[in-house]
C-alpha cells in the first residue's frame, strides 16, 4: 500500500468525507508530513475506488462548487487493519533493537596494528 492510500484510508476510517475535507484531514493526521496535490488525491481515490476500498458516498453543492464524498468499504477496512498491523510489527523490530544494549549489535573494533614507528 502506498503512503498516499494510507493516509486517504485513514482518513476516511473516521467516516465519509469530500475531497477537501480529507486533504485537510491528511495532512493533520501526518503532523503535515503529507500535503496531497488535488491531482494526487483524486488519482488515488480512483484506484481505491477501482479496488473496491472506498466508494463514493454521495454529492451535494455547496456554495455554488460540488462536493463529492467519500466513505471507506468493508474492503478498505481490512487492508487498512492489515496495514496497520505489518506497520506496527515494523515499529516492534525497530523498538526491540534500539531497547537491546547497542554492544550486542556492534561489530567488534578492528585490532588496531603496530608497524613498528616510534611514538
Do not use: C, K
Amino acid at each position: 500500500m502506498t503512503e498516499v492510500a494510507f493516509w486517504i484510508l485513514t482518513a476516511l476510517a473516521g467516516g465519509r468525507q469530500h475531497g477537501y475535507a480529507i486533504l485537510r484531514d491528511v495532512e493533520e493526521l501526518s503532523a503535515a508530513a503529507v500535503s496531497l496535490r488535488v491531482t494526487t488525491l483524486y488519482a488515488t481515490l480512483e484506484r481505491l475506488e477501482r479496488d473496491g476500498h472506498v466508494r463514493r458516498a454521495g454529492e451535494e453543492t455547496v456554495g455554488g462548487r460540488a462536493r463529492r464524498y467519500y466513505e471507506l468499504t468493508e474492503n478498505g477496512h481490512q487492508a487498512l487493519a492489515l496495514e496497520a498491523e505489518r506497520l506496527a510489527a515494523r515499529l516492534r523490530a525497530a523498538e526491540s533493537r534500539l531497547a537491546a544494549p547497542r554492544a550486542a549489535h556492534s561489530r567488534p573494533a578492528p585490532a588496531t596494528m603496530s608497524w613498528g614507528l616510534a611514538q
